[in-house]
């Protein structure tokens, strides 16, 4: 209803001052618009994170391997009930692309990149990676993000969608993907980054794997060339490894070096993947 | 289907060398005494890591224990990964198969791809398949065994 009369509102301002558009007015029911469209209550997440999701799987196909897509949902599980969200339809998946990278989308979605999983060691640098993601979501920063931009978006779109009588639906959904991809190919707030890498560590730490699993994989990264393609959109879209290990390991050292028995899942991690080696 | 192989153990990989990126000092064992200071760009073999610390070794029989964050890896990595048979695939034309539709391995994920892309519902919904309960999520962390514990927060600290 709310999006009706805002469309009305506008459709009125524009046939009624064809010559002298009152800026105000346009400007108040763009805002009533940006309001109308996003959805911003919790129950709408699982929509945005779905719309984000299809976004990034248009990108990058799964990877067919049932084995491995299950292996990755249960340590992905385990380490999502150690978070203030354990009842979020988590889903983990492997793309199958050579990059190095994984993605978050809002509603517990997380994505790895068969060319990082293919950099790991062991299943606590596997858990490592997932628990960042993880963080993402129980966080909200893919979701504030992608809200923002997709009402920006609409905003404006405005004037346009004024005239045009296409379905709300599919306009909200338009600027939602656009949000989306706006936010996975330029990168969130890097701040956003330090925070899902200290959620991570928790996380990783509370599932019982040794927590240094994600400053491992940073090193990894931080030996590889960063001018070889493979870790081009990570490292545009993320703070240099080099800065997020330094910053990790001065909260670590103070704050996770008393835990003890913490597991690494070499053995495990080697055994679920071994059906991929040379046939 | 895909190429993995070469099953390498190892938390860091045996004779594994690294450089020390700030002037650090040099404990007798984790959270021990101090026995010295290990200057920046001194470099380093590494052959342990316990925890957030490497055992190091550096020039003139200097050895002990150093914080993880105070030491770059050097070099490409060799045969660290459970997956090093995977690179030559990785870097290779090798296709695979999905959905139907044959996908190039070759090139990554970019910016461009992400921009250009069409929203895929059905995949989203194909994740379900793959999806785990938190009973067999449970039964899963305990045959490592993986046992839950209390840790606070990390908290970020004030500049």
């Known amino acids: ?279 | 289907m895909v190429m993995f192989s070469l099953f390498v153990s190892g938390v860091v990989a045996a004779a594994d060398s690294g450089t020390i990126s700030t002037n650090t000092q040099l404990y007798q064992q984790p959270d021990g005494s101090v026995s010295g200071t290990l200057l920046a760009n001194t470099l380093v073999e590494i052959s342990a890591r316990r925890g957030g610390w490497y055992q190091v070794s550096a020039s003139g029989g200097r050895q002990g224990w150093v914080r993880l964050g105070a030491v770059r890896l050097s070099g490409q990595e060799q045969s660290e990964s459970v997956f090093s048979g995977l690179w030559g695939w990785l870097n290779s034309g090798y296709s695979v198969q999905s959905g139907g539709t044959a996908t190039a391995g070759i090139r990554g994920l970019d910016a461009g791809d992400i921009e250009s892309a069409s929203a895929d519902h059905g995949a989203v919904d194909s994740l379900n398949r793959f999806a785990v309960d938190e009973q067999a999520a449970r039964r899963y962390a305990a045959s490592l065994p993986l046992k839950a514990r209390k840790v606070a927060d990390l908290k970020e600290r004030k500049k």
Not at chain 1, 37 to 48: L, Q, R, Y
Not at chain 1, 109 to 121: N, S, W
């Open chain 1, 1 to 279: 209803m709310i999006i009706r009369a805002a469309l009305l509102l506008l459709t009125g301002i524009l046939l009624s001052s064809c010559k002298t558009i009152d800026i105000n007015q346009l400007a108040s029911a763009s805002g009533t618009l940006k309001q109308a469209f996003v959805p911003t209550g919790e129950a709408e997440e699982s929509d945005i994170g779905r719309e984000a999701a299809a976004v990034l799987l248009g990108a990058a196909p799964l990877l067919q391997d049932e084995q491995v897509q299950v292996y990755v949902n249960k340590v992905g599980m385990w380490l999502a009930l150690q978070s203030d969200r354990p009842d979020l339809d988590w889903r983990f998946a492997v793309l199958d692309d050579a990059d190095i990278n994984a993605f978050a989308a809002p509603g517990g979605y997380v994505f790895i990149t068969k060319g990082l999983l293919a950099r790991l060691r062991n299943e606590s640098e596997l858990a490592g990676v997932l628990a960042h993601e993880i963080g993402h979501v129980v966080a909200s920063h893919h979701l504030v993000a992608i809200r923002k931009q997709a009402r920006l978006k609409l905003a404006g779109m405005a004037v346009q969608l004024a005239l045009e009588e296409r379905g709300t639906d599919t306009r909200q959904l338009q600027a939602l993907a656009g949000g989306a991809k706006l936010i996975y190919s330029r990168g969130l707030d890097r701040k956003d980054e330090h925070h899902a890498d200290r959620i991570g560590v928790v996380l990783a730490a509370r599932a019982g794997y040794d927590p240094y699993g994600l400053v491992t994989v940073l090193q990894t990264l931080e030996r590889m060339n960063p001018q070889a393609g493979e870790l081009g959109l990570l490292l545009k879209t993320h703070p240099k490894p080099a800065e997020r290990i330094d910053q990790l390991d001065r909260l670590m050292a103070r704050q996770l070096d008393g835990l003890r028995n913490s597991a690494l899942g070499e053995d495990r991690f080697r055994q679920e993947l071994a059906h991929l080696s040379n046939p």
